[in-house]
């Protein structure tokens, strides 16, 4: 199984079609081809050899797709780089993957000096943009144009094709390393998900470095399908994009979809093309989904539920399951059940399958989970215990196969004995009026080991007591998952580069002095 | 990559839908595991451990499913048998495979006697059919009520999970090693082809020991769908397991396509549930597509072109193209368009890739290509070169991608440096009235290398001279490729057990005493 796989496929078979439109610039999958194969060979001319690694930062955009698919022909090992982060973690990300060759677009062109001065790896810089090419770099154009062809390197299978960095929720971020069998196995299972058909037209908002749109950098070329790329999300954006160039498909996350479709402007627009909608990264509000429906009626959704380690299609409910009717009725809040070729299954901290309906951690296995971590070959192991990936997530399945996530393991309570579920305590707060953010952590407890404790930050001008947050979460969940404890903050929760709240920074005050490791 | 995963996954999220229906025996997919993980426990008890063959030689049946899925369970490796075959070809198989244990239906226990003496390794005859046990066998249902069922042998991936014979044109008949990684990697290739879904219903009416079969076999269980068994192919029995099993999707070989849709009978059964006809081996004649179209509205038609070394799904034509207007007119002529993860190409006799439109051997390369041949690793590293699976078939592919097979590479004859397709010079002589039968082949000329001569049986009661039938073939096809000499012989000629005319046997008394090789 080989990256490259997939673009001669689609030159053999449409190589005259569409393949990508970006702005005005308009490629059929031959010249597709043909730019990757040249920009693989201006990699190979700056001594790119059979593994070394290239990294990009940048917003979406056609050349971040020749990225994906001309640094694997040469030989290379792609690193997309979350755009998110702060400059000393792109350096971390830059040093820890010895990255040789950097592409930045114009949004990132600006930080490539600071970038230069805490980073060792990097040998050259190439200028992706469209304006003037930046003092001390190299201009994609003016490299592909002085490039010849040349054929592909030959890696595939076990090699490795590509690093994807953790957002770092539980302590230091970890390069993911993805084979070519891992890319193209998730592509194979991600077909009847993403519905990738010759007449499909995928829209490239959701960020290119993620690997969710991965899915799709390979799917929609296996489907023989069109890549059309916007830099980003705005609602307006991309309205104006599924009407101009006729968008079939696209992945959104749920406040994306929320903003989308609660947008005055929607009615403006022709949204008839969109009739797949697939999104992640949480479940989807219902109320959310019933105002999709009613103003999106074309379209499908799909709740696609994976992990970076896993390539990252783990589960995924359909259309069929996007219903408020019926027996199917409210499957959407589910992540679904497993693809084709994944087998997931719900252990216990034994590593012993628990009965249907109990939480555990979700665990998987199958061709399409990473080598490993980089570098890293014990928390690999970890992770990898006896071939069944542990993707740190508590869940439970139901008797149809359909998974509920509960929380990341490590954010479970344990208190007095039973599970509290950090994630639907919090849900109970967010239904407060005056919550603005919060998050619920264990925290020590003599007698019950841990105890149920909130960190709280109210709306501005808006006032809650700590009994009153906990005398609310009473009308809702059970006693023993309420907090038991409340402290207030003024301040933003500490996010990770993908936006997550770092639970293990709130933990660690608590904590100092204790046995319990936070991270 | 494991076989057991397809039915591990079945049941976590189908448990109770129905697996199998054959006659009136009906299982869900739990009862389906449950019988596979009995079965798999008899095996083990049996004495069959890692990687030893279990063999079968039967007609359609759900216990042949079983027999797939629970050989591969215990760990062991099946060996399906083709029923069309004379007693010491099956012993060839059953010996050279090595086989331990053999499962016989009704229709083959009259020959298991004569097996025992020809075959030395066989130690036990188990009987699944639903009569009284013959002497010396165990009976299947017996066998499974005194066992317990067993956890997965947890073999997978390139673990050989199956070896099946090749009918042999070409000389002796080879074991093709098949992984698991081999058939779920073309399993997933093979969905869109097959168009599995939760509400379809396979019929299992072409033989299940060939592996074209193989892929519904395997592919049906992954869609979630329902398995309906036929022992065979006749006309109204397809018909009426259509009718009363609203069979949505099958297999048949053109042949019986056209057996079908030429039934009066047709009229009498509601055909209106199958949406999906599938079938190999050979184009349709346009004729018989006209007929099928117009006579089945609601059918869909696919031609899918593989071989049993690429396990064996390598290019298809969907329903699209099963049309006769429009600019995909004529299409199901191809062998179609590469599979997802198949890479296809045409090579000449140096393995160079050769220009569209021009023949050479049609190539595979993916992980459904089989791991080699059974205890000949010459003939594995001849078929393999390079990792490119040679397939013997010649062909060409058009500037669409589209593979057209004109001949298999070792009957092509070149007589004064011209490449003459023995298929084309064939089709031409079967359109003469009295040609009953006919094969072309190239016998040794001084001047030219090779002449193109025909072996002709007559239909009985008609005549034709050499003369007419050579001038006959000029009236259809350019004056090289007509034969320059017949031969006219009165019995059928020599076929393979797959039903194949043996080119081999017929070229040998021509060659005798040449230096070419003639197998």
């Not at 783990?314 to 809040?333: Q, S």
């Not at 555990?360 to 071939?387: D, F, H, I, S």
Request: charge should be negative; include cysteine; proline fraction near 4%.
């Amino acid at each position: 199984m080989y990256i490259s796989q997939l673009l001669t496929r689609a030159v053999q078979t449409k190589g005259e079609a569409v393949a990508t439109i970006c702005g005005n610039r308009v490629h059929t999958y031959s010249q597709f081809q043909n730019r990757v194969q040249k920009f693989a060979g201006a990699l190979r001319g700056l001594g790119i050899s059979d593994g070394e690694r290239v990294a990009i930062l940048a917003h979406n955009n056609d050349r971040y797709l020749e990225f994906y698919y001309a640094t694997p022909w040469a030989g290379g090992v792609f690193v997309p780089v979350n755009t998110r982060l702060a400059v000393p973690e792109f350096a971390y990300w830059l040093n820890d993957s010895g990255s040789e060759i950097l592409l930045v677009d114009d949004a990132f062109a600006g930080v490539v000096g600071d970038l230069r001065s805490q980073v060792d790896t990097i040998r050259e810089v190439i200028y992706i943009g469209d304006g003037d090419t930046p003092d001390g770099m190299k201009n994609y154009e003016e490299l592909l144009a002085a490039a010849d062809p040349v054929e592909d390197a030959g890696r595939g299978n076990d090699d490795l094709a590509g690093l994807f960095y953790t957002g770092g929720t539980t302590g230091v971020s970890k390069g993911v390393m993805l084979s070519h069998r891992n890319f193209i196995v998730n592509t194979l299972n991600s077909m009847p998900c993403f519905n990738f058909k010759e007449d499909s037209r995928w829209l490239h908002v959701a960020p290119m470095f993620h690997i969710a749109d991965g899915c799709a950098v390979f799917g929609a070329t296996m489907g023989l399908s069109t890549h059309v790329f916007i830099p980003g999300f705005t609602p307006q954006g991309t309205m104006q994009a599924v009407q101009e160039h006729k968008i079939t498909t696209t992945l959104l996350v749920p406040t994306m979809v929320n903003m989308l479709v609660n947008d005055p402007a929607l009615a403006d627009y022709d949204m008839t093309s969109l009739t797949d909608i697939i999104y992640g990264a949480s479940p989807m509000p219902e109320a959310v989904i019933v105002k999709a429906l009613e103003v999106l009626p074309n379209a499908g959704f799909t709740h696609a539920y994976g992990q970076t380690e896993c390539a990252p299609l783990v589960t995924y409910t359909g259309p069929e399951f996007h219903v408020l009717d019926g027996p199917n009725a409210g499957r959407f809040k589910s992540a679904g059940r497993a693809a084709y070729a994944v087998e997931v299954k719900i252990f216990d901290e034994n590593d012993q399958e628990v009965e249907k309906g109990t939480v555990g951690e979700v665990c998987v296995r199958g061709e399409n989970v990473m080598l490993g971590y980089w570098n890293k070959p014990e928390q690999t192991a970890e992770a990898k215990r006896n071939g069944w990936m542990h993707t740190g997530d508590g869940g439970y399945m139901d008797e149809q196969g359909f998974v509920y996530i509960v929380d990341r393991v490590k954010d479970m309570i344990i208190s007095g004995g039973e599970n509290v579920y950090s994630a639907e305590v919090e849900n109970a707060l967010y239904q407060h009026d005056a919550v603005a953010e919060c998050a619920v952590i264990g925290i020590p407890h003599e007698k019950w080991g841990e105890q149920v404790h909130a960190v709280v930050r109210l709306n501005e001008g808006q006032s809650a007591s700590e009994q009153q947050v906990i005398d609310f979460a009473h009308t809702l969940i059970a006693g023993f998952k309420c907090p038991r404890s409340v402290d207030f903050v003024s301040d933003p929760l500490p996010l990770s580069g993908a936006g997550k709240i770092l639970k293990n920074v709130i933990r660690k005050p608590y904590w100092d002095g204790h046995d319990k490791a936070v991270s």
